[in-house]
C-alpha cells in the first residue's frame, strides 16, 4: 500500500489487500516471489490477498499491445521488454504469488464500445475464462509457501486454506450482454463473482444500471465483487444494492494529491484557506490522523512537497473508507436481523 | 522528520527535534506559526524541539547572499523573493516558533578559510552572539502559546518552561582560534553551548581534533552540542569524548537513497545481491523494520520506487541512531558509576 507500512494497515482494521499482478511479474518477478515463499512472506501480510489477473494494467499502461485469441503479448512500460500474457499465464502467476483470491484473465473492454464490439469482447471473455478456470484447478494446489521456511504452524494454515478463483462478468454497457455474460459465467460454478469494465469513463448512472442488471443474476450465497469504485457514497450505494467487494486506487491517489473524504464531503487539502485553520481534516472521523494533526499542518506538509503529506493523507483516506464500510455493514446487519 | 508520523518517533523514544528556521520562516512563515501556538502545537509534537539560527541554510542554500556586519540579506531558493536575517531577527523567528533550545545567530565559516578569514569570521559571531544573547534575554517570555487555545494545563506547564539560547563556537580549523572563541563565548555565560562550523568538508581527523580542542573549555555541567554529525560511530566516539548532543540529517538522507546503517556496517539495500536476500536488514536490531521485513523487500521498495521505501528505511536508521545513543548513555554511566 503505498506510503503505509504494514503495521499500521493492521491497526486500521484492513483486512485485504489487492496485489497488482502486472507491477509484481515485471518487478520484483514472480519466480522470484514464489522462491521467497509468496507474496504474504515477501510483503509480511498475513491477512488476505486478492490479485488482478494483470490485464488490466497491459491495457492501461503497457505498450504495443496485441490481443489475439491465445492472450496478449506486450512491450513492458519499464524497459520496453517483450512478454506475454494468457489465462493459463496469468494463472500460472497469480498461483506462484500465493493469492487467496485469483481473478480470471479478462479482456476489459473500453468503453464505448459498440455492440457488436462489447459482444465479440464477451466472448473472448468467456473463453478466457473456460481456460482460466481449468488451469486454476489443475495447478492451484502448487502453492509457494511449500518452498520457505517459516513457522510450521502458519505454513500448515496457508496449505489448508484452498485459493479461489473469480470468474469476471464483462458485457459493456448493455443489459443484455451483462445478463448473458452472468449467466454464462454462473454456469461455469466460480467460488466468486466480479463485474469488470464499469468505471471506464461511463457517466455514474450507466454504471449503477450495469450493477443493478447483473447482480439478481449472480448468487447471493458468494462474493459479489464490482471492480475499479469508487467514491465514498459510491461505494456505500453499491453495497446497499448487494455488492459485497469493491476495489479502488481513489483513497491513496487521491490522497497524494492532497484530496481528503470527510463526512463533510471532499476537501482540497491544498486549498490556502487551510493554510491557518487549526481543526481536524475531519471533526467526526477518530482516525490517528483526524485525532493528532489539523488542517493547517496537512496543508504545510503538502505545499512544502513533504513525504510525510503522502503518509498522513493516505492514512486518513484509508480510515474514511474502512469506516465507511464498516458503517454499511451494520446498517445491512441491522436491516437483516 | 521526513516521512515519519510523530507517534511513531515517540515510539522509537525521539526526545528531540530539531526544527529548521530558514525552511519555517519562508513555509508556512513564523508569523503564521506563532498565530497558530507555535511549532509544538502546529506539528503536534509536546516534546523538546531545538530550533537551528537559520544562518547555515542561509549559506547553504539561498541565492545572492550579503553578509554586512548588521546581518546577512538573501534571496529564497523557493521564489526568489528577498530576505534579511540578523541576530535580532533570528532571534524573534524562534521565539516566534516556541523553541525550547534556540541558537544564537552565526557565521558558518566555510571550509578551508585562511587564518585571517577564519579570525574576522569568529570575530563577527562573536559580536552576533552578544546581540543574539540580548535580544533573547528582552523577549524570550514571548511564548506563542500565550496565544493559543488548548488544554489550560498544558499551556501553563509550556509557560513554565524557559526556553535557552545556546552560543556557538566558531574558528576554522585553527585551534587557538577554537580556543578563544569558546573562552570568550564562556564570559557570555550560554545555558548551553555548541560546537559549529565542523563537517563541512575537513577530513574526520580535523574535526575530531577541534572537538577534543574545544570540549575542555566548555563547562562540563551544561550541554554541549556538536552540530552537523555524523556516522554512527562518528557520534559514538563524540558522545565519549564528552560530546552530549548532535544533530544530523545522515540517517534520514541516506535512508532515501537506501544507505542503512546496522550492526554489521551500512548497507545499500538497492544492491543485486539483496533481491532474494530474506534476512533482515539487521541481524541484530530489535525494530519494527527488522522484525518484519526482509531485505528483499526493503529492496524491491527502492527499485520500484515505492514512497514506502523512505518510511520503512528511515524506520531503521531512526532506531539504530537511537539505539546506537541508547548504548552510549549506559556505557558511560557504567564507567562514570
Same mark, same amino acid.
Given at each position: 500500500? &503505498?506510503?503505509?507500512p504494514?503495521?499500521?494497515? !493492521?491497526?486500521?482494521?484492513v483486512?485485504?489487500l489487492l496485489g497488482?499482478t502486472y507491477h509484481?511479474?515485471?518487478?520484483p518477478?514472480? %519466480? $522470484?516471489?514464489r522462491?521467497?515463499?509468496g507474496l504474504?512472506?515477501f510483503m509480511? +501480510? !498475513?491477512r488476505?490477498i486478492?490479485?488482478?489477473?494483470? @490485464?488490466? *494494467?497491459v =491495457?492501461?499502461?503497457?505498450?504495443l499491445r496485441?490481443?489475439?485469441?491465445?492472450?496478449?503479448?506486450f512491450?513492458?512500460h519499464?524497459? /520496453?521488454?517483450?512478454?506475454?500474457?494468457?489465462?493459463?499465464?496469468?494463472?500460472?502467476?497469480? #498461483?506462484?504469488?500465493g493469492?487467496d483470491i485469483?481473478?480470471a484473465?479478462?479482456e476489459c473492454?473500453? =468503453?464505448?464500445?459498440?455492440?457488436?464490439?462489447?459482444?465479440?469482447?464477451l466472448e473472448m471473455?468467456l473463453?478466457w475464462?473456460k481456460?482460466s *478456470?481449468e488451469?486454476?484447478? &489443475?495447478? &492451484?494446489?502448487e502453492?509457494? +509457501?511449500?518452498r520457505?521456511q517459516?513457522?510450521?504452524?502458519r505454513?500448515q494454515?496457508?496449505?489448508? *486454506?484452498?485459493?479461489?478463483?473469480?470468474? #469476471?462478468?464483462?458485457g /459493456?454497457m448493455?443489459p443484455d450482454?451483462r445478463?448473458?455474460s $452472468?449467466?454464462?459465467?454462473? %454456469?461455469?460454478d466460480?467460488p466468486g463473482y466480479?463485474?469488470?469494465?464499469?468505471?471506464?469513463?461511463?457517466p455514474r448512472?450507466m454504471?449503477r444500471?450495469m450493477?443493478?442488471?447483473?447482480?439478481?443474476?449472480?448468487p447471493?450465497?458468494?462474493?459479489? =465483487?464490482v471492480m @475499479?469504485?469508487? =467514491?465514498?457514497?459510491?461505494?456505500?450505494?453499491? $453495497?446497499?444494492?448487494?455488492?459485497?467487494?469493491m476495489d479502488c486506487?481513489?483513497?491513496?491517489r487521491?490522497?497524494?494529491h492532497?484530496l481528503?473524504?470527510?463526512? !463533510?464531503g471532499?476537501?482540497n487539502?491544498r486549498?490556502?484557506q487551510?493554510?491557518e485553520d *487549526? /481543526?481536524?481534516p475531519?471533526p467526526n472521523?477518530?482516525?490517528?490522523?483526524?485525532r493528532?494533526y489539523?488542517?493547517?499542518?496537512?496543508?504545510h506538509?503538502?505545499v512544502a512537497?513533504e513525504s510525510?503529506s503522502a503518509?498522513?493523507?493516505t492514512?486518513?483516506?484509508?480510515?474514511?473508507?474502512?469506516?465507511?464500510?464498516?458503517?454499511?455493514?451494520?446498517?445491512l446487519?441491522?436491516?437483516?436481523?
Open positions: 500500500m &503505498k506510503a503505509i504494514q503495521h499500521l494497515l !493492521e491497526e486500521l482494521d483486512r485485504i497488482n509484481l511479474y515485471l518487478r518477478g514472480y %519466480e $522470484a516471489i522462491r521467497m515463499g504474504h512472506r509480511s +501480510w !498475513e488476505a486478492l490479485t488482478d489477473s494483470g @490485464g488490466f *494494467q =491495457y492501461s499502461l503497457s505498450e496485441k490481443v489475439t485469441e491465445e492472450g496478449v503479448s512491450r513492458s519499464i524497459d /520496453g521488454s517483450s512478454h506475454f500474457f494468457s489465462p493459463e499465464h496469468s494463472m500460472d502467476v497469480q #498461483i506462484a504469488l493469492s485469483a481473478m484473465f479478462d473492454t473500453e =468503453y464505448p464500445a459498440d455492440y457488436a464490439r462489447a459482444r465479440a469482447s471473455t473463453r475464462a481456460r *478456470q488451469h486454476f484447478e &489443475k495447478h &492451484k494446489q502453492r509457494p +509457501w511449500d520457505a517459516g513457522s510450521e504452524k505454513a494454515e496457508m496449505r489448508d *486454506q484452498t485459493p479461489n478463483l473469480f470468474g #469476471i462478468v464483462q /459493456g448493455f450482454l445478463r448473458e $452472468a449467466e454464462r459465467l454462473v %454456469e461455469m466460480f466480479a463485474i469488470g469494465g464499469l468505471s471506464v469513463g461511463e448512472e454504471t444500471e450493477i443493478a442488471t447483473t447482480l439478481p443474476l449472480l447471493k450465497d458468494k462474493p459479489r =465483487y @475499479g469504485v469508487g =467514491y465514498p457514497d459510491e461505494i456505500a450505494e453499491y $453495497a446497499r444494492m448487494g455488492v459485497d467487494m486506487v481513489l483513497p491513496t487521491a490522497a497524494r492532497g481528503l473524504f470527510t463526512s !463533510e471532499r476537501l487539502i486549498n490556502r487551510y493554510a *487549526q /481543526g481536524p475531519d472521523c477518530g482516525c490517528m490522523v483526524c493528532r489539523s488542517r493547517a499542518y496537512l496543508r506538509l503538502m512537497q510525510l503518509v498522513l493523507n492514512l486518513h483516506n484509508l480510515a474514511f473508507y474502512v469506516e465507511t464500510m464498516r458503517k454499511v455493514r451494520e446498517e446487519l441491522a436491516v437483516s436481523s
